[in-house]
């Protein structure tokens, strides 16, 4: 006699309770004439598959890659650092890199002096109209003096508010010159080091194939030697993309380039000219006005030394 097991439910042919793990099943009564037999019933509507596909391995899979990559790519580097080892060298694409590098450290130069301009200039438009409101309150409290202060307060804040108009003109030419060095030009710059990265990778991958079609062929190097004919040709492709892509930016941004300097370049003359002549044209009216006013000026009243 069987005894149920506790909190398990009874079978469906008899009071007593059996219990597999894992599946539930049906029991037979047992008697001197039956015989005793448990069948397992499996649910229906339950398809379990295996999973051929590992994550941890192909994680590992993954890492191991890179690592090779990377060990190539250092090794590459390093060789050609010291002079020992041969690179991919681009006869059209990379002199063009290497003067876009010089022509923005020279744009960053001319940004950087211009800046200083404009707020050296700045300063001095502030210094010129606090030098003629000083010459105003000395044209009301000197009577005798009154037209030659006057004279040189009118003076100092035209040149005032004109140099203000020319400090803008050289901020908004500033302004222009950082957008196209920090952003422009940087962004091509960046897909340059890109296109570095990626021809040192291709470089690498590229010896690594010399050196196996230079050693012995046997059932050993032969299945290295086709990995590393399709990890070259998957870098060749790579290198490739990134090299065209990068040609044709450069290309762009060279034109771009001129097209905004030459605009920027005379905007910023015009504002020089304008500042200068401005300047030069008020002057002259300022002191013929006040030649002829002082013709018409009475005699001065006499010294102390010719009353005397």
């Known amino acids: 006699q069987l005894c149920p097991l ?12 059996i219990r597999l793990l894992l599946y539930p099943i049906k029991c037979t009564v047992i008697t001197a004439d039956t015989s005793f037999s448990l069948t397992p019933e499996i649910p229906k509507g339950v398809v379990i598959q295996g999973n051929n596909s590992n994550p941890a391995s192909e994680k590992f899979r993954r890492v191991r890659n890179w690592s090779i990559t990377k060990y190539k790519y250092t090794k590459q580097a390093l060789s050609e650092k010291l002079g020992r080892g041969s690179r991919t060298v681009d006869l059209d694409l990379e002199p063009r890199l290497e003067l876009l590098k010089d022509d923005r450290q020279r744009y960053e130069n001319v ?7 404009a707020s050296q200039l700045s300063q001095l438009t502030v210094t010129q109209k606090n030098l003629g409101d000083a010459f105003t309150e000395l044209s009301v409290k000197t009577p005798t003096l009154h037209l030659e202060f006057g004279i040189n307060a009118d003076a100092q804040r035209f040149l005032s508010k004109s140099g203000e108009t020319l400090t803008e003109a050289i901020n908004a030419f500033t302004s222009d010159m950082n957008t196209l ?20 990778e291709y470089d690498a991958f590229r010896v690594d194939l010399e050196e196996l079609n230079m050693g012995p062929r046997d059932a050993v190097t032969v299945p290295k030697l086709e990995q590393a004919q399709k990890d070259f040709q998957t870098q060749r492709e ?24 030459r605009n920027q370049l005379w905007m910023l003359h015009g504002a ?37």
């Open 6 to 17: 506790e909190g398990a439910p009874e079978c469906e042919n008899c009071s007593k309770v």
């Open 111 to 117: 940004t950087s002096l211009a800046q200083t301009l």
């Open 181 to 200: 060095v920090n952003k422009t030009i940087e962004d091509t710059m960046i897909n340059a080091k890109q296109y570095e990265t990626v021809r040192i």
């Open 238 to 261: 790579k290198y490739e993309k990134i090299r065209d892509d990068l040609s044709v930016k450069v290309k762009l941004l060279e034109g771009n380039k001129v097209k905004v300097l």
């Open 272 to 308: 020089f000219a304008a500042h200068s002549l401005s300047c030069q044209n008020f002057l002259e009216k300022n002191i013929q006005e006040a030649g002829e006013h002082l013709n018409n000026v009475s005699t001065d009243v006499p010294s102390f030394l010719e009353e005397s």
